[in-house]
Every structure is written in C-alpha cells, then in structure tokens.
C-alpha cells in the first residue's frame, strides 16, 4: 500500500510542478555539484539540479537569545510557485503565512532537519547559536568579522506524511524561498530573499 502511495505520490509532484512551471525562463545548471550558494544567486534563479544530495551554503549571522538577536535564514520548499506571490519588498513578515511569527518547524531530536519537508505554511528556521548545540541547525564553515559561513543539507523531501528519496523526483520541480532578516525588522525588504525554481534532471 504504502508503494502505490509513493508512485502516486511521485505522479501528483511531477504534474503539479510542470503545469505551473514556465519553460521560457532561463536556467541555472548546478547538477554537477548539487552546491547552492543561496547569497550569490540572484533575486530569482531557476536551477537545474541532479537527484543526489542539495548542500545550500550562506552568510548568516550568530543566533543570539541572551541579547534578543534572533538572527535565522528561514527557507521554505513547496510543490507550485504560489508560495512566490506573498514574498515581496516591504512586506510585513507576519503577513506572510509560511514566515510569520511561530511557522519555524522544530527539528528533530539530533537537532537538525533530517528532510527538506514541502509546505507552504512553515519553514525550516535555520540558526547556528556557539554557544548552544541544541541551536546549531547547520554546519560551520568559517567565521569572519561575526559573520559565519554555513551550510545545510538534505538528500530527501517529507511531503503529506511521506518521506521520498530525491531519487525518485526525476522530473519534478520543487519551489523554494530563503529569506533572512538582516536587521531583525520584521519586514522582507529587497536583496533580503531569494526565490529558487529546482529542476531535478
């Protein structure tokens, strides 16, 4: 039952993603690394990617609870570009249901986000606090002028209930935002987000 429910599953992900997905746009072939670095892309990037694991690599600064700096890159996957229309300059972060105010997913128990889960009303609430293991949700790469250098990675999806090899998303294409608040205002404002178009060749 439940591999009738994959292949179905497999079926609806790639017809929903090539009926909202527009072929005229230009691409970004990245399938020989799987190496996303989110701060280097521009506002708006389709990129062609193979189905072995993703590694996004990004600036951010230390998560810091003790003094209210809650410095995170938030980054949301869903099936359709839909999730785009809400993401635009000066808008409210509260206004934006899978950025708002409490939509963080909790990781698991190791601490980390084993799989990069599909939904448009939360998302990964990515952090890297030194002085707390429980709130290191990506690796460390470097350090400089209390910046830090990090990356994330994931070589699966959780949509609705099922976890899916990204082996098995030939064809499809997954919509993803990433957005960090630079200043902690609250508001998206311009080269604060980056909206991601990934083709699984």
Same mark, same amino acid.
């Given at each position: 039952?439940?591999? !009738? $429910?994959?292949?179905?599953?497999?079926?609806?992900?790639?017809?929903?993603?090539?009926?909202? #997905?527009?072929?005229?746009?230009? *691409?970004? @072939?990245?399938?020989?690394? &799987?190496? $996303?670095?989110? @701060?280097?892309?521009?506002?708006?990037?389709?990129? %062609?990617?193979?189905?072995?694991?993703?590694? #996004?690599?990004?600036? $951010?600064?230390?998560? =810091?609870?003790?003094? +209210? +700096? %809650? *410095?995170? *890159?938030?980054?949301?996957?869903?099936?359709?570009?839909?999730?785009?229309?809400?993401?635009?300059?000066?808008?409210?972060?509260?206004? !934006?249901?899978?950025?708002?105010?409490?939509?963080?997913?909790?990781?698991?128990?190791?601490?980390? *986000?084993?799989?990069?889960?599909?939904n448009n009303k939360a998302n990964h609430y990515l952090v890297y606090d030194?002085?707390? !293991?429980?709130?290191?949700?990506?690796?460390?790469?470097?350090?400089? &002028?209390?910046?830090?250098?990090?990356?994330?990675? #994931?070589?699966?999806?959780?949509?609705?209930?099922?976890?899916?090899?990204?082996?098995?998303?030939?064809?499809?294409?997954?919509?993803? !935002?990433? %957005?960090?608040?630079?200043?902690? &205002? =609250?508001?998206?404002? +311009?080269?604060? %987000?980056?909206?991601?178009?990934?083709? #699984?060749?």
């Amino acid at each position: 039952m439940k591999t !009738i $429910i994959a292949v179905l599953t497999v079926f609806l992900l790639v017809w929903s993603c090539q009926t909202s #997905f527009q072929a005229d746009e230009k *691409y970004l @072939d990245l399938s020989d690394t &799987n190496i $996303i670095r989110i @701060d280097e892309l521009a506002e708006e990037t389709n990129i %062609y990617v193979s189905q072995a694991e993703l590694t #996004f690599i990004f600036r $951010i600064k230390p998560y =810091d609870s003790v003094n +209210k +700096k %809650y *410095y995170a *890159y938030r980054l949301t996957a869903y099936l359709d570009s839909s999730i785009f229309d809400y993401v635009k300059d000066n808008t409210d972060k509260n206004e !934006i249901p899978f950025f708002s105010f409490g939509t963080g997913m909790a990781p698991s128990r190791s601490g980390r *986000y084993d799989d990069l889960v599909i939904n448009n009303k939360a998302n990964h609430y990515l952090v890297y606090d030194k002085d707390s !293991i429980r709130d290191q949700r990506v690796d460390l790469m470097s350090e400089d &002028n209390g910046h830090l250098l990090v990356k994330v990675s #994931f070589d699966k999806i959780f949509n609705q209930g099922i976890q899916m090899d990204f082996k098995s998303l030939s064809g499809v294409t997954l919509y993803l !935002i990433a %957005y960090y608040d630079k200043n902690l &205002n =609250d508001i998206v404002e +311009k080269g604060e %987000y980056k909206k991601l178009a990934l083709i #699984f060749k």
